[in-house]
């Protein structure tokens, strides 16, 4: 799969659930494409990129929530409610 963005994260996982044997290659020195996001010295967490993960709106933005915690990395990102369900 050419792209570590969600798309080919995406696929590259269902590929693998299926037991095809896949191999992601990204360019970049890290994978998520256009989501990303930095922490200024006091800690607090800045999205960055035009891409928003809007995981109320109907779309793909809760099929990318679902995949973030199926691989076990909803609390890698910061969203304005809590997708954990926990208060």
């Not at 609390?75 to 926990?86: Q, R, T, V, W």
């Amino acid at each position: 799969v050419l792209g570590g963005g969600v798309s080919g994260l995406a696929i590259s996982r269902h590929l693998a659930l299926k037991n095809v044997s896949v191999t992601c290659l990204e360019s970049a020195p890290r994978f998520g494409g256009w989501i990303t996001n930095s922490r200024v010295e006091d800690g607090v967490l800045f999205e960055q990129g035009p891409h928003s993960l809007r995981p109320r709106a109907k779309g793909n933005g809760l099929r990318v929530v679902e995949l973030l915690c199926d691989l076990g990395l909803e609390k890698e990102g910061s969203f304005s409610f809590d997708i954990l369900g926990s208060s």
